[in-house]
């Protein structure tokens, strides 16, 4: 098996911190990209704004230089390192990087090869292209929210992970960015990419949109087969007081289901939706007999689509996810060493040595510039004039 990472030899040159963009050249560093983080000066007497040490992979394989764009010796810096780069990625409001003097015409004037993605929350036109967000308000547009079950005063629940931005927009732009890329080895063009996140996730609701397009059947809480309206999809409380998933949905898995919980008369009535809030019932006093990893045991490796609802806690100690090198080690000079998230996607190589997580404000300015043909003395002309760090 080949070690050699799927996008070593790619430069990304990434404009954001936070949010989809950042997710997305995590992804395409965990794929052997060299990303390139571009943050701005530090101003003078300010406290420059950093994601908490362990986000994002703890800056895992990222180069870092800051660069005031504002500035003509630092724009011409950001174009010299576009021209060697091969990707950028950037979650400014529509706009901005063209006030700027960075945006695609711009760059791809100086690299016609350049992959360039936009990020934002909801598209570089539109009505509501100006406005400010975040993952939940990506998720309320996009029908997620209310097609999940709601909380006990009936409002649309707060998910447990950020879908919009993770894979509503990280995920859609490194996809995205990766199918540009390949198009590009036969074209030789680069391309534009206006990624909307609220769009991604649009993509995400695409069984429950296109089914109330072509039926006008609407897939709220209960509604439908994947909402939980019958009951061999859902979850259940077990005799400890935790949950187990339940998605039952080929009639064999229900039939094994059913046997299993000793209530083969439902068998015949799995889709009898007079006899939905009977057979729930009984499944939930079925469940609560055992505690949930007895249930798991008896159920999951039998053909029964049962599986554990884990905390994080229980995920990270979980035998399965450690057979599978889900997690890697890093080390922080104050927090000393922890466990990550390594690059799991797949693809990824998951042997990974011991991440070293750089301090903050750490630079790779002289490094990256020098990539890009600068000498020793602009470097330093760049430098004491405030045009990078």
């Not at 979650?91 to 700027?100: A, E, I, N, T």
Request: with cysteine; glycine share 10%; charged share 20%.
């Amino acid at each position: 098996m080949s070690t050699t990472p799927l996008l070593d030899g790619i430069t990304v040159l990434n404009l954001a911190s936070v949010g989809p963009a950042a997710r997305a050249a995590r992804t395409l560093a965990d794929y052997g990209a060299r990303v390139i983080v571009v943050g701005p000066i530090t101003k003078h007497g300010a406290v420059q704004i950093q994601p908490p040490f362990h986000t994002y992979g703890a800056g895992r394989g990222f180069k870092h230089i800051a660069i005031n764009l504002k500035s003509d010796a630092g724009r011409e810096g950001f174009m010299r390192l576009a021209e060697i780069a091969d990707v950028v990625i950037e979650s400014f409001r529509p706009g901005v990087v063209d006030r700027l003097g960075i945006g695609y015409a711009e760059v791809s004037a100086r690299n016609p090869r350049m992959v360039y993605c936009s990020t934002t929350g909801y598209g570089q036109d539109g009505p509501a292209s100006s406005w400010a967000g975040h993952d939940i308000n990506y998720l309320a547009m996009s029908g997620f929210l209310a097609c999940t079950e709601p909380r006990e005063d009936g409002g649309p629940p707060i998910p447990g992970a950020t879908i919009a931005d993770s894979a509503g927009g990280g995920m859609h732009a490194a996809m995205s960015i990766m199918a540009a890329l390949v198009k590009r080895d036969s074209s030789g063009e680069g391309r534009y990419l206006d990624i909307s996140a609220t769009e991604g996730v649009l993509s995400l609701m695409a069984l429950a949109i296109d089914q109330y397009l072509a039926t006008g059947e609407v897939a709220g809480p209960r509604q439908v087969l994947l909402t939980g309206r019958y009951a061999f999809y859902d979850l259940y409380p077990t005799k400890d007081g935790k949950w187990v998933s339940v998605g039952a949905i080929e009639p064999k898995f229900y039939a094994n289901l059913c046997n299993a919980l000793d209530l083969p008369q439902y068998i015949e009535s799995q889709l009898d939706d007079d006899l939905q809030n009977e057979i729930r019932e009984a499944f939930k006093q079925a469940f609560l007999t055992r505690t949930r990893d007895e249930w798991t045991e008896a159920l999951a490796p039998n053909d029964t689509c049962v599986a554990p609802v884990l905390s994080i806690p229980e995920l990270v100690d979980d035998p399965h996810h450690a057979s599978r090198k889900i997690f890697m080690r890093a080390e922080h000079e104050e927090h000393g060493e922890f466990l990550q998230l390594g690059p799991i996607l797949a693809g990824g190589i998951r042997e990974q040595p011991t991440h070293q997580v750089r301090p903050a404000g750490s630079s790779d300015a002289a490094e990256l510039l020098a990539d890009a043909g600068f000498d020793a003395a602009e470097i330093a002309k760049l430098s004491a004039e405030g045009a990078i760090e």
